[in-house]
T-cell receptor
Framework: AQTVTQSQPEMSVQEAETVTLSCTYD???????LFWYKQPPSRQMILVIR??????QNATENRFSVNFQKAAKSFSLKISDSQLGDTAMYFCAFMKQNTGANSKLTFGKGITLSVRP | DAGVIQSPRHEVTEMGQEVTLRCKPISGHNSLFWYRQTMMRGLELLIY????????DSGMPEDRFSAKMPNASFSTLKIQPSEPRDSAVYFC?????????FGPGTRLTVL
């Protein structure tokens, strides 16, 4: 079974600064996907970024980037130039690379990020 | 596309009543997931379907919970009888290839 650990329950960052959210996971799989989801106060779950385990290059989406360390089973999210709208809960998630019926997400417990004006 | 549609968005009911939550998946997505989110337990997968067939219901907390997917465009999660500890936000999500899309959730309060 897979597990996803987010050990920091909450973090705070000043607007325009950079913040890094940590995530580790445990799996015996070699092929899988990792995700970061954002959940703002509206509670809508929004996909922020995705990483394929077979890719060595770290994924980036505008101000969001990841540091994927496969050997260490670490998958951190870096938010650059933090904005007030980044205030939300962030979830790290894992999914086996499987095109069959058993591809489900395993989530971490989430981290609450507050961006201070 | 309207995305995943859930109804109702909010539900307040009394203990012992039957509650039915509804989900309309994105057209063409062949997997559907029901999640429950609480402060104490975080996001929990309750059950998921592939091509309308339940694949894994090991997350369903007890017999009071049941889920159906009679066709590719509709799913329900039913709680009967409801209890205060069922109060939570319930999400429906659907999958295309290797990405899940979430609905807006139903906030359930059982008094």
């Amino acid at each position: 079974a897979q597990t996803v650990t987010q050990s920091q329950p909450e973090m705070s960052v000043q607007e325009a600064e950079t913040v890094t959210l940590s995530c580790t996971y445990d799996t015996s799989e070699n092929n899988y996907y990792l995700f970061w989801y954002k959940q703002p106060p509206s509670r809508q779950m929004i996909l922020v970024i995705r990483q394929e385990a077979y890719k060595q290059q770290n994924a980036t989406e505008n101000r969001f980037s990841v540091n994927f360390q496969k050997a260490a089973k670490s998958f951190s999210l870096k938010i650059s130039d933090s904005q007030l709208g980044d205030t939300a809960m962030y979830f790290c998630a894992f999914m086996k690379q499987n095109t069959g019926a058993n591809s489900k997400l395993t989530f971490g417990k989430g981290i609450t990020l507050s961006v201070r004006p | 596309d309207a995305g995943v549609i859930q109804s109702p968005r909010h539900e307040v009911t009394e203990m012992g009543q039957e509650v039915t939550l509804r989900c309309k998946p994105i057209s063409g997505h062949n997997s559907l997931f029901w999640y429950r989110q609480t402060m104490m337990r975080g996001l929990e997968l309750l059950i998921y379907f592939n091509n309308n067939v339940p694949i894994d219901d090991s997350g369903m907390p007890e017999d009071r919970f049941s889920a159906k997917m009679p066709n590719a465009s509709f799913s329900t999660l039913k709680i009967q009888p409801s209890e205060p500890r069922d109060s939570a936000v319930y999400f429906c999500a659907t999958r295309r290839i290797n990405e899940q899309f979430f609905g807006p959730g139903t906030r359930l309060t059982v008094l």
